[in-house]
């Protein structure tokens, strides 16, 4: 899955976006009545964004991704601020190249795996090119397909 640069957006702080936030839970099984009570308004921000100035969003392309839920067009959000642990999900450069890939460390080899098994693991020489420009924490999609 690459990424072009120039789709690369910035986190810009603003007025919070606040919605609805509902006491009641929903269940996922039997239906049963919800309440019409609302609990609180809920900022995404305070619930998707750690890091305002380190952080950023970009678009997904392709399906390399799709068995860790991110999807051609998905809306990820990216934060700078947080070290890349192994198995993380990560916005990679390898060769000036941007690519959205899970990092892994096997027995002193760094790899940049895809969640699909059509694509292959990119092997990362010590020698290459190569930095983490932030960690994917969220991945944003629709529930219904264009």
Avoid: C
Avoid at 83 to 104: C, H, M, N, W
């Amino acid at each position: 899955m690459r990424v072009n640069i120039s789709d690369i957006q910035p986190y810009r702080p603003g007025a919070p976006g606040e919605f609805p936030l509902y006491a009641s839970t929903v269940e996922a099984g039997f239906p049963s009545p919800a309440d019409d009570y609302i609990e609180t308004h809920l900022d995404l921000n305070e619930h998707l964004i750690r890091h305002p100035a380190a952080t950023f969003f970009v678009r997904a392309g392709g399906d390399s991704m799709r068995d860790a839920g991110i999807f051609d067009g998905d809306l990820m959000i990216v934060d700078r601020a947080l070290s890349p642990r192994d198995g993380a999900i990560v916005i990679a450069v390898l060769y000036g190249e941007l690519t959205v890939k899970r990092i892994r460390r096997r027995t002193g080899r760094l790899l940049l795996e895809p969640d699909n098994s059509a694509y292959p693991a990119i092997d990362v020489p010590a020698e290459a090119d190569f930095a983490v420009w932030g960690v994917v924490t969220h991945a944003i999609h629709a529930m219904e397909r264009r």
